[in-house]
Nanobody, 124 residues
Framework: QVQLVESGGGLVQAGGSLRLSCAAS????????MGWFRQAPGKEREFVAG????????RYADSVKGRFTISRDNAKNTVFLQMNSLKPEDTAVYYC?????????????????WGQGTQVTVSS
């Protein structure tokens, strides 16, 4: 079982930046991929970005391409989401997730483990 702990959320003005972290423990991650999802009030959870653990291949939602960057530090078992040029519509609870099969899917249903989430609020 993988344990995931997110940090780095907060309140920022539009145009600003935040960096989210996700510390993973409890397993070896050689075959995993890691994803960031977000959920705004009244909306479904949506894919933001994902990264393969070994090769670092990435995937992004169209809404964040060019603004967000996902990366990982294998030695620290940590995944990051650098968010730049933030917009009010980026406001949501952001979740880190792990897929043991490494499919780098955009579907939340294919992820096995989830963190507790961290709030990101972007003011206009």
């Amino acid at each position: 079982q993988v344990q995931l702990v997110e940090s780095g959320g907060g309140l920022v003005q539009a145009g600003g930046s935040l960096r989210l972290s996700c510390a993973a423990s409890g397993s070896t991650f050689s075959s995993y991929c890691m994803g960031w999802f977000r959920q705004a009030p009244g909306k479904e959870r949506e894919f933001v970005a994902g990264i393969g653990w070994i090769y670092g291949n990435t995937r992004y939602a169209d809404s964040v391409k060019g603004r967000f960057t996902i990366s990982r530090d294998n030695a620290k078992n940590t995944v990051f989401l650098q968010m730049n040029s933030l917009k009010p519509e980026d406001t949501a609870v952001y979740y880190c997730a792990a897929d043991i099969s490494g499919r780098l899917s955009m579907s939340a249903y294919l992820y096995d483990s989830w963190g507790q989430g961290t709030q990101v609020t972007v003011s206009s």
